[in-house]
């Protein structure tokens, strides 16, 4: 399987605009991902294995990015402002005219958070879904080598390492008070002292 250099984002952006799959490294776990195309999101749920009736979180390149495919509450962008690009994601409410792959009426967004997967997003020319390098159900991947054992249907690799090594913290930013979905490198008490600041 192809191992890109983290510098090579045009070659990577060329392999997803084909709605092809690459895995990335991220600040907290390895990720998989695709264009927010329907042909995208199909590849990617074979790469993983996944139920179709599972969601992809996206990765925006920014926070303007993100607002093309979201709405934004002024709580939402107080939080983002405050910890992302990070390990966090944000639930939010669908905005209409977003891309049709992105199914349900909300969506659990991540930005970008190396230079190398920045720059990837805006080759590509959208937002990506990118979710865990793992098999559905399956514990995450820990290297390249596990990730090529993992999903051999991949279309290339990322050279890169993982910092935190555990899964983002997901808040759902649709309501009118933050709710901690998962618990991760953010903690309830990050997230609280930002609100109340």
Known sequence: MKRFLPEDT???AAVLKRDGCISVPTDTVYGVCARIT???QEKLYEVKNRPRSKQFPVMCSDL???K???EISGCAEKLMRAFMPGPLTVILKKKAGAPAAIHGDTVAVR???SEPLRELIEKTGMPIFLTSANQSGQKECASLDEIEAACPLLDGMMEGTVSFGMA???ADCTGDAVV???N??????MIQSVMEG
Do not use: F, Y
């Not at 991760?184 to 008490?189: A, K, L, W």
């Open 180 to 182: 901690i979905v998962r």
């Open 10 to 12: 045009d070659a990577m």
């Open 184 to 189: 991760g490198p953010i903690t309830e008490e």
């Open 38 to 40: 329907e042909a995208g």
């Open 68 to 70: 093309t495919i979201a």
């Open 168 to 170: 983002s913290t997901i």
């Open 111 to 113: 930005l970008a958070v």
């Open 64 to 66: 303007s990015q993100a």
